[in-house]
Nanobody, 127 residues
Framework: QVNLVESGGGLVQPGGSLRLSCAASGFTSEIYDIGWFRQAPGKERVGISSISLTDGTTDYAGSVKGRFTISRDNAKNTVVLQMNSLKSEDTAIYYC????????????????????WGQGTQVTVSS
């Protein structure tokens, strides 16, 4: 079993920044990829970024590319999502998820490929 805990959400003004963390515990040796997903009010949950814990390969959705950066600290079993130039449309609940297999690049933002999920953290971008 793997447990994931997100932190770092909150209220920020448009143009501001937030840093989300995903801390993994339990059988972390089972994890190959970590993804970040978000669900805005009234919308489906979508993948926005992922990182391979084996080789560091990253992927981003077009809506966040150039503004968000994902990174890993394998020693601390933590993945960080640095979010800059935030917009109102970034308002959502943000979830991290872990995959027990090494994902193909084409599947890295597909939530169906992930096995473990955190409880989510709220990000609100508003003036």
């Amino acid at each position: 079993q793997v447990n994931l805990v997100e932190s770092g959400g909150g209220l920020v003004q448009p143009g501001g920044s937030l840093r989300l963390s995903c801390a993994a515990s339990g059988f972390t040796s089972e994890i190959y990829d970590i993804g970040w997903f978000r669900q805005a009010p009234g919308k489906e949950r979508v993948g926005i970024s992922s990182i391979s814990l084996t080789d560091g390969t990253t992927d981003y959705a077009g809506s966040v590319k150039g503004r968000f950066t994902i990174s890993r600290d394998n020693a601390k079993n933590t993945v960080v999502l640095q979010m800059n130039s935030l917009k109102s449309e970034d308002t959502a609940i943000y979830y991290c998820a872990a995959a027990r297999s090494s994902l193909d690049y084409s599947d890295s933002l597909n939530q169906n490929e992930y096995d473990y999920w955190g409880q989510g953290t709220q990000v609100t971008v508003s003036s």
